[in-house]
């Protein structure tokens, strides 16, 4: 097998290839004044309150932090952002990235609009994912009490589950059955339509119903391929040995377990609960141990490929390097069809269209919905651009050095 071409995060010119001068200005721009945390405090309370208050700000959104993380309003204006992106073999994952809404009708209208997604996704040779939210399947109450009962249960995570949802009382029965509904309309839609479906990760205390549903799923529609696809969170102390289980369950019960990791996206919030509720953090203490684990959980998929189809989602350019590293030792194509690496649409595209260049698969995770309702994940953007450590600089950087690179050129 002949040898992976040299991967170099630092190539400006195939990071920023598909961006024009003025886009590249504008996307420098808007990381100078997130690298600022008192202006990011401030915006991301003024920018909500705004848009509640009815005041005439959408077109300042929309021209600036929307068009940097955002693919558009609507499913179709997507399909510009999609179009450009597969010109330079970078792919998408479609994200309906309206959060919040409870209530049985919206329920089901979010089950509908997901399913909107994955048949329009069909349609488009550029899509090979999309991802849900189960919080936008049911009350996060509900979510909530499963949780907690299935705290108190022992044995397998199936087995808690079970003893859970029959501790519920009739209506929150009726309410879970509707949840395992929509997940299976979601899922064998996708699995018909060839769609990979990911499932996000939810704050700790409901994720344990998050994950015996995704797990369901997949016993279900990845008996073949990889359809439906569980998301571990490796800043927790207790997602390693998770995935370690959740592939012991896949050779049981005879699926291909899909696994997208993550470091984690609600560590303040996680530590807060646990003070204030008085259990031990879930949480890894130091962002080092996060990386060692992170990394063994990429370790480990690629020992068991041949069972585990791995989705690396990172920002982090050892955690994506080391992953191709891996892959040569074991002799595997950078093309795997097990081996799929992702980025956030604005963020990172020196990994992104680096690995693409190199011949990995590898998609920009591609959010979409009208400004309102993506405000809550626009005003994530900002925040963890100023609160990660280095990630503004880095982005930064690379966009100077581009365009000075640019300019020597002309």
Request: charged residues 25%; glycine residues 6%.
């Amino acid at each position: 097998m002949e040898p992976h071409p040299v991967i170099s995060f630092e190539n400006t010119e195939f990071a920023f290839e598909y961006k024009a001068d003025k886009q590249l200005r504008k996307a420098r721009f808007l990381f100078s004044l997130m690298a600022r945390p008192s202006l990011v405090k401030t915006g991301t309370r003024l920018v909500p309150w705004s848009i509640r208050a009815g005041l005439p700000v959408k077109w300042i959104i929309r021209n600036t932090i929307f068009s940097q993380f955002v693919g558009g309003e609507t499913l179709e204006q997507t399909a510009k952002v999609a179009k450009k992106l597969s010109e330079y073999h970078v792919q998408v994952i479609l994200d309906y990235a309206v959060e919040g809404k409870e209530g049985e009708e919206n329920f089901d209208h979010a089950c509908d609009e997901f399913i909107r997604v994955i048949n329009y996704a069909a349609t488009q040779p550029n899509i090979p994912f999309m991802s849900v939210k189960v919080t936008g399947f049911a009350r996060f109450a509900l979510l909530e009490k499963i949780g907690a009962l299935m705290e108190k249960e022992e044995g397998t995570l199936m087995k808690r589950y079970m003893k859970a949802r029959e501790e519920l009382h009739a209506g929150e029965k009726g309410e879970g059955q509707r949840l395992r509904h929509r997940m299976i309309r979601v899922c064998e839609t996708a699995a018909k339509k060839n769609v990979g479906v990911m499932v996000d990760a939810e704050d700790t205390w409901i994720q344990g119903p998050v994950d015996a549903l995704t797990i369901l799923m997949m016993d279900t529609f990845n008996k073949e391929r990889a359809v439906v696809y569980n998301t571990t969170q490796h800043y927790r102390t207790d997602r390693l040995p998770f995935l370690k289980d959740s592939y012991e369950a896949a050779i049981e019960r005879n699926f291909i377990l899909g696994a997208k990791l993550v470091r984690g996206a609600y560590m303040e919030k996680e530590r807060q609960r646990a003070v204030e509720m008085g259990y031990p953090s879930p949480i890894h203490p130091d962002k080092e141990i996060t990386d060692k684990d992170f990394n063994a959980g990429i370790q480990y998929c690629i020992e068991h490929i041949d069972r585990i189809a791995l989705i690396v989602a990172s920002h982090n350019e050892y955690s994506n390097l080391y992953t191709t590293q891996l892959m040569q030792q074991k002799g595997l194509p950078l093309n795997h069809p097990h081996v799929h690496f992702s980025q956030l649409y604005g963020m990172s595209d020196n990994i992104t269209f680096n690995l693409a260049h190199a011949g990995c698969s590898v998609s920009k995770y591609l959010p979409f919905g009208p400004i309102k309702d993506v405000i809550p994940y626009l005003m994530r953007r900002a925040q963890e651009n100023t609160s990660v450590k280095g990630q503004t600089g880095r982005e930064l950087t690379l966009i100077k050095k581009e365009l000075v690179r640019r300019k020597e050129r002309k």
